[in-house]
Nanobody, 124 residues
Framework: QVHLVESGGGLVQAGGSLRLSCVFS????????MGWFRRAPGKEREFVAA????????NYADFVKGRFTISRDNAKSTLYLQMESLKVGDTAVYYC?????????????????WGQGTQVTVSS
């Protein structure tokens, strides 16, 4: 059984940075494509970024391009999301997810396992 645990969320001022981590366990990490999603208050969960099993291919939502960077350390079975130039609109619960498809997936229907989420709050 795959288990995902996010960390690194918190309160930050607009313009600041945070790095989220997601520790993966239970199966070989390299068998999975990975992604980050978020749910803002009163909104549907939405795609943020995704990465293939090698770490060599990524995809980003338009609203985070140039500000967020997804990466993975396969030796540590850990997924990261480096967030820069944070905006108030980035306030949300951020979820990491694992897909049995090893390539990049942007649709949440293709993800099989989800973490509990970590809260990111950006103040003005």
């Amino acid at each position: 059984q795959v288990h995902l645990v996010e960390s690194g969320g918190g309160l930050v001022q607009a313009g600041g940075s945070l790095r989220l981590s997601c520790v993966f366990s239970g199966r070989p990490f390299t068998n999975y494509g990975m992604g980050w999603f978020r749910r803002a208050p009163g909104k549907e969960r939405e795609f943020v970024a995704a990465i293939d099993w090698t770490g060599g291919s990524t995809n980003y939502a338009d609203f985070v391009k140039g500000r967020f960077t997804i990466s993975r350390d396969n030796a540590k079975s850990t997924l990261y999301l480096q967030m820069e130039s944070l905006k108030v609109g980035d306030t949300a619960v951020y979820y990491c997810a694992a897909s049995e498809y090893t390539n990049v997936q942007v649709m949440e229907d293709f993800y099989n396992y989800w973490g509990q989420g970590t809260q990111v709050t950006v103040s003005s």
